[in-house]
């Protein structure tokens, strides 16, 4: 392919887009698939059919639209208005009922009859909607991801061709150093310093890795994001391949995630078709493939060098570093690992500037941060909102507040190497260093929340167990400390813990900060110690539970000494 | 609980798939074709076993040791990595194989409740399988649909929202979507 025919490709696919007098954009994702999505999608089809209405109305599968919690969706879109209706909890009858009712009539130039159909619809303006900045998800729930043409539509590969005719890797850097983008895989290295690295360092086969492990257990985004808009990541993926002058790139992809797989795969072999992966992409003298290897369902290879060793075909257990991949990663070659995320905002920035993306966010946190919503919330989905933006509005604007209509009295960010945040905490802006501060850590963008029904201890508990159970084992204070660490909390759970217990599980937790080789042992005790921090009358409640045996604690928790 | 009646969700098997079990062992050159696409990739035994896996449902012994010297792998390296990581069975699990998501979000909506129930109507324990092997109950971290907690899935398909009070209607639409496959 040649630069201007991904503008020819483009065009062509947008008048066939606006050729149509409806699109129906239909939530394929995993979520709504599992609500019954596909047979919705042939209901559609076959309303269709019967109304001699196939040619004027299309039916696109998309990806996720993030209101998982109220799918199947169905984003009407009528050509020539702006005004797009969303309906939710859509099932085969009120499909069909769409086709005949709403669609047909229009087509006829009659008038829609909403009927029951009205309560299915799902206001555009909510705060859910209007609150998020889309970025990353620019094109989730817009573009069938498995065609090529439907993401060149919307301006895709046109950074990346910008990039391959136009710049020079410093011009890239440069332009990535000014958006500020830092790493969305939690740790938040500023991505323009990591390309650079790569980019200095001495190798011939250097290599750019796409982390799509996503092990925090609660979270979702990587996944969304490979099953939405897979193209976007590719484009991102060669444009830093580009900046740091690597030929070869991977995607690590969790087993678990067959969908993502699938998908990536297909976008890999369409763009591969159309010349964009390969030889001399565009005509210019650059060559970029990339393939797919799978983990196998352990949280450590999320961890850069326990990721090499797992592609390496070995167990995924860490190593010291230095020397850090950049320099000597896969198979000993300078190698770069980019989270999912991180990779879906590189064509964007290079379209709109660096200085775009920087004019969103905080001093030192830029742009915008996918979160999963999850937990005892009403809206529970897939979120994008800019950095900056406070705890408070996610939660409540966003999320819509407590599901249950018990109060909310905390989240959790970071998964098992975060802490928990307190509701009086909630005015806090959202940024790598706000949340540190509070104990916590950014993450991956997976966001739990509890309510006053929930137990601190049990959810400390939670995560350690988790931990425990996915400590590779190679290093000792990760490995024993961790298991110390449970059975103490076990001992203040079943009330039989003291005072002296709490003041080991912080001894225990410093030697483990200190001395674990990875980020799995050093972060591991985070969510004990935060909840210690915020919550520690829910340890005290325990601690004083000396008739527990008995049932006679007034902690409300469904604790393990109530089971005797 | 919200789910449909249509067959396996993603509809199209993919490289991770697990097969469905029970169907007949696949032939024995099997493992020579694996091991011929993946022996000349550098450190590609994982994708190897994932292929394996797929095809047997797990990874036989005797395909393992049969394995080792044609992708050029000692078999303790095999076995090194099989007991790693926790996708890779090495025994045959039952024909349904139940995965219950036990991570964070599932567990908060109560997955344990779900766990529980399965545990009792199938009458099988977390991590073991029926004794006339059709069913393998597991509990799993995070399948990715957070979003619809807690979720369960079956063979390849997902059920999510589910309450304590769905499970036994779950293990209806499994036997009856099998019964109905099995006629056609
Ligand atoms: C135990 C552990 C698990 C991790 N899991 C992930 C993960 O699932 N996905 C991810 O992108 N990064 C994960 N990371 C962070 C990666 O090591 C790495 O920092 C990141 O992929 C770099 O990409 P970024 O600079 O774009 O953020 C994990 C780190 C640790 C210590
Ligand atoms: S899966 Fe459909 S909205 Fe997320
Ligand atoms: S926590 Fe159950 S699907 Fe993510």
């Not at chain 1, 972060?523 to 008739?547: H, I, M, Q, W």
């Not at chain 2, 997955?111 to 399988?129: H, P, R, T, V, Y």
């Amino acid at each position: 392919m040649k630069p201007e025919e991904i503008t020819i490709k483009a065009q062509a696919r947008a008048a066939e887009q606006q050729a149509y007098a409806f699109r129906l954009f239909c939530c394929d994702s995993t979520g709504c698939i599992s609500s019954g999505a596909i047979s919705i999608q042939d209901a559609l089809n076959e309303e269709l059919a019967a109304a001699g209405a196939a040619e004027k109305v299309e039916v696109v599968p998309t990806g996720c639209m993030g209101l998982c919690s109220l799918g199947p969706l169905i984003r009407v879109s009528r050509q020539g208005t702006s005004e797009d209706v969303l309906f939710k909890e859509v099932t085969v009858d009120s499909a069909r009922t769409l086709i005949k009712d709403y669609i047909a009539p229009q087509l006829n130039g009659g008038v829609p009859e909403l009927g029951e159909l009205a309560k299915f619809i799902l206001p555009l303006d909510i705060p859910f909607f209007k609150k998020q900045i889309k970025i990353v998800l620019a094109n989730a729930g817009l573009v069938d991801p498995e065609r090529l043409d439907d993401y060149l539509a919307r301006d895709g590969y046109v950074a990346a061709s910008k990039v391959l005719t136009s710049m020079s890797p410093d011009q890239v850097l440069a332009e990535i150093r000014d958006s500020g983008l830092r790493g969305r895989g939690g740790a938040g290295f500023p991505t323009a310093t990591k390309w650079g690295i790569a980019r200095n360092a001495v190798g011939d086969n250097k290599i750019i890795i796409c982390n799509g492990d996503e092990g925090d257990p609660g979270a979702y985004m990587d996944r969304c994001v490979l099953e939405s808009d897979p193209h976007a990541v590719i484009e991102g993926m060669m444009i830093g391949a580009f900046a740091m002058g690597a030929n070869q790139g991977i995607f690590y992809i969790r087993a678990e995630y067959p969908l993502a797989v699938e998908r990536v795969e297909k976008a890999i072999k369409d763009a591969r078709k159309a010349g964009l992966l390969g030889k001399a992409i565009l005509g210019t003298s650059f060559n970029f493939d990339c393939e797919i290897r799978l983990g196998a369902g352990a949280f450590v290879c999320g961890e850069e060098t326990a990721l090499i060793a797992s592609i390496e075909g070995k167990r995924g257990t860490p190593r010291p570093r230095p020397p850090f991949p950049a320099i000597k990663g896969l198979w000993n070659q300078p190698t770069c690992i980019n989270n999912v995320e991180t990779l879906a905002n590189i064509a964007r920035i290079i379209i709109k500037g660096g200085k775009w993306y920087a004019s969103m966010g905080t001093e030192k946190s830029k742009g915008t941060k996918v979160f999963a919503l999850t937990g005892k919330l009403k809206n529970s989905g897939l979120v994008e909102v800019p950095m900056g933006m406070t705890l408070r509005e996610v939660v409540f604007d966003v999320g819509g507040g407590s599901g249950s209509g018990t109060p909310i009295k905390a989240i959790q960010t970071g998964g098992p190497s975060g802490g928990l945040i307190p509701a009086e905490h909630f005015d806090t802006p959202i940024s790598y260093e706000h949340l540190q501060q509070l104990g916590s850590i950014m993450g991956s963008g997976g966001l739990i929340v509890m309510d006053e029904d929930d137990s601190v201890v049990d959810i400390a508990r939670f995560y350690l167990d988790f931990t425990v159970d996915e400590s590779c084992g190679k290093c000792a204070p990760c490995r024993i400390g961790g298991k110390q660490l449970l059975l103490l909390l076990d001992k203040i759970r079943e009330g039989k813990g003291s005072e002296a217990d709490v003041t080991m599980i912080k001894r225990v937790a410093l030697a483990m900060q200190k001395g674990s080789l990875c980020g799995l042992g050093q972060t591991a005790p985070n969510p004990v110690l935060s909840g210690l921090r915020y919550f520690r009358e829910e340890f005290d409640e325990r601690l004083n539970c000396k008739d527990g045996a008995k049932g006679g604690c007034s902690c409300g928790h469904d604790s393990p000494c109530k089971a005797n | 609980m919200s789910t449909n009646d249509q067959p396996a969700a993603p509809a199209k098997p993919v490289l991770a798939q697990p097969a469905a079990p029970g169907k007949p062992a696949a032939p024995s050159d099997q493992t020579a074709i694996i091991a011929k696409r993946w022996r000349a990739k550098r450190g590609s035994l994982i994708m190897a076993l994932h292929e394996v896996q797929e095809t047997y449902g797990y990874v036989p012994r005797d395909v393992a040791l049969k394995l080792a010297p044609q992708i050029g792998v000692p078999v303790a390296r095999i076995y090194e990595v099989l007991t790693f990581y926790n996708y890779f069975k090495t025994s045959a699990p039952g024909k349904f194989v139940v995965s219950v998501c036990t991570g964070t979000a599932c567990h908060l909506k109560g997955s344990g409740d779900i766990l529980a129930n399965f545990s009792a109507q199938l009458g099988c324990k977390e991590g073991e399988s029926t004794t006339d092997k059709l069913w393998h109950l597991q509990g799993v971290r995070c399948i990715g649909c957070c979003g619809i907690a807690p979720a369960v899935i079956v063979n390849g398909k997902v059920f999510g929202k589910l309450k304590p009070a769905d499970v036994g209607d779950v293990i209806d639409k499994v036997l009856t979507a099998d019964a109905a496959a099995a006629k056609v």
